[in-house]
């Protein structure tokens, strides 16, 4: 990913100068912008994470507006840039802790007016009528979650608190404007060479990956030196706490969703030492760490099982099995001598469910056309194929075409339910009596179900990676910012990596040593050896 570019903030006074505008609505009609001016978007992503042909047909549908767009490439460093002033966006995405960070810190506003957004956006993240409704705007004073009609989305459940002072400041989803959602699970080869040494079956891996006992398996001695993770505080921290707490995760009659959601995000110092111990032993039996490698090292054979969130799974799942075209579509199948048939698995203890959003940073003026023209920008970015010109005449509409390119699933379902239709159209294989039910992400519509699934596309495959079944909905937790105790889990994960290493890598450096120590020792002795025989020579000629 690109380092982001270094750029002036606006000053401190212009910050309290635009608070008072923050909840001004986007004008979602606006007037063209005039030929002699230009207007400059500024907007900031993670690589790899937008179809940026879709920036050329905005562009082209608002003449006189630019999109600059820049990538970074982790959410701290985008946030210290943020916070440091060396940075000043229109719009930035990241992660939901980010969000909630940068809004509890004041350095983000709430955005209204999204009508193609809210109109489009699946009721089950975010629902625009609990966001609306007259008895949780008066909540919204006292940070409560007073019943009402509406059922909230899982954005909606999320406070926002000041960083200092602790009050409440509204609900997440009022800053964030949904893009990508997921889960972080498990991507496994069952047939991986070492797997077949040590006489483990492919059933006996997609069972023990998906029981409860799931995560356990990255401590697990038959799985040892086939896995990575990631070289990230935040999702390693997450394996560590299912670990630390399973029992508590496994009591699902008496604890409510709410109180494991609490559970999982536990960072008090008994909890951050105890997920501590538990990484460093789990690091004595993988592989390594990754970043971004781990999705292609389990398709060349690198290694067999893998860390992963689910869109990076999807894209080993058919990157294993098919050539990818020049339009990221994958339509000719690998023969049998190069095909690799991937997996993935959500332990059915739980995992972690993830959210990427974009948010609009306080420095926007919300009197501004830039203001106006970043509303339009997200309002475009959740269009379907039913309200643009299609961007493809296979893919579809812009949802359709982010979906398309980055493996991921979209915050949108469509108005109608276009992005169950699109799914059905990609990634349905008849042949089979399986059936998935999507209905709780579809505005609960019945008829949202998959039907006729073959088993071969069915457990573990893209269908599951893109959307966990309803069954499992009640297991995932979302993972919140972690506040004033972030620096004690930084400084947590600084010593996991550090100490103590795997004991095979403390071997071969001893081994390395001895060894440099062994052609020192010899190397002295022989050039003593020279000099000496140097002297006698000497000695001999001079006589």
Not at 18 to 33: I, M, Q, W
Not at 70 to 76: K, M
Not at 252 to 264: A, H, P, T, W, Y
Not at 387 to 404: K, P, R
Request: include cysteine; glycine fraction near 6%; hydrophobic fraction near 30%.
């Amino acid at each position: 990913m690109n380092k982001i570019k270094n750029r002036s903030i606006i000053s401190t006074i212009s910050l309290l100068l635009t608070l008072p505008f923050c909840l001004v609505s986007c004008n979602e009609s606006g007037s063209e912008v005039n030929s002699d001016e230009t207007i400059y978007l500024h907007v900031l992503n993670s690589e790899d994470y937008i179809d940026e042909n879709v920036l050329t047909i905005f562009e082209e549908q608002n003449p006189g507006v630019k999109v600059i767009y820049e990538t970074f490439d982790t959410n701290e460093n985008m946030y210290n840039e943020l916070k440091t002033g060396k940075a000043n966006y229109d719009l930035i995405n990241c992660s939901e802790y980010m969000v909630q960070r940068l809004a509890g810190e004041s350095l983000i506003q709430k955005v209204k007016g999204l009508e193609t957004y809210l109109e489009n956006v699946s009721p089950y993240l975010v629902n625009k009528d609990y966001l609306n409704s007259d008895v949780i705007n008066n909540s919204y004073k006292t940070g409560t979650n007073e019943n009402t009609t509406y059922t909230p989305g899982k954005i909606d459940t999320i406070n926002v608190t000041d960083a200092k002072t602790g009050d409440y400041l509204g609900r997440l989803s009022e800053y964030a404007i949904g893009y990508m959602w997921g889960t972080l699970g498990i991507v496994y080869n069952p047939t991986y060479s070492t797997f077949v040494d040590r006489g483990m079956s492919k059933e006996r891996i997609s069972e023990e990956l998906n029981s409860d006992n799931g995560w356990s398996k990255f401590r697990d001695k038959d799985y040892k030196g086939v896995m990575s993770i990631k070289d990230s505080m935040r999702d390693t921290y997450a394996l560590g706490i299912l670990e630390v707490y399973k029992e508590d995760f496994l009591k699902k009659e008496e604890l409510s969703q709410e109180e494991r959601n609490e559970i999982f995000n536990s960072h008090d110092p008994d909890t951050i030492e105890k997920v501590k111990n538990k990484l460093i032993e789990l690091k004595d039996n993988i592989f390594g760490f990754e970043v971004d490698s781990g999705k292609n090292d389990i398709v060349t054979g690198k290694i067999g099982m893998n860390l992963a969130w689910s869109g990076d799974a999807t894209f080993s799942i058919l990157q294993g099995e098919y050539y990818p075209g020049d339009d990221e579509s994958y339509e000719e199948q690998k023969p049998d001598g190069e095909r690799t048939e991937l997996y993935y698995a959500l332990p059915s203890i739980g995992a972690n469910i993830w959210f990427d959003a974009w948010c609009m940073p306080l420095t926007v003026d919300p009197n501004s056309r830039n203001y106006e023209y970043a509303c339009k920008f997200l309002n475009f970015l959740s269009e379907t194929n039913t309200q643009t010109d299609d961007y493809d005449e296979e893919i579809g509409g812009i949802v359709e075409a982010n979906m398309s390119y980055t493996g991921y699933t979209s915050f949108i379902s469509g108005a109608n339910n276009e992005i169950f239709d699109y799914v059905v159209e990609n990634y349905d294989v008849g042949g089979g009596s399986n059936t998935l039910d999507l209905s709780y992400f579809y505005h609960n519509n019945p008829s949202c179900v998959i039907e006729d699934i073959d088993p071969s596309s069915f457990e573990g495959r893209t269908l599951k990676a893109m959307y966990p079944e309803e069954s499992q909905i009640d297991s995932l937790y979302v993972m919140q910012d972690f506040g004033e105790d972030n620096d004690k889990i930084v400084q947590m994960w600084e010593d996991v990596k550090v100490n103590p290493l795997p004991v095979f890598v403390v071997v071969l450096l001893v081994v390395i040593l001895v060894g440099i120590l062994g052609y020192l020792g010899t190397y002295k002795l022989v050039h003593k050896y020279k000099i000496k025989k140097r002297k006698e020579l000497r000695a001999k000629l001079m006589n």
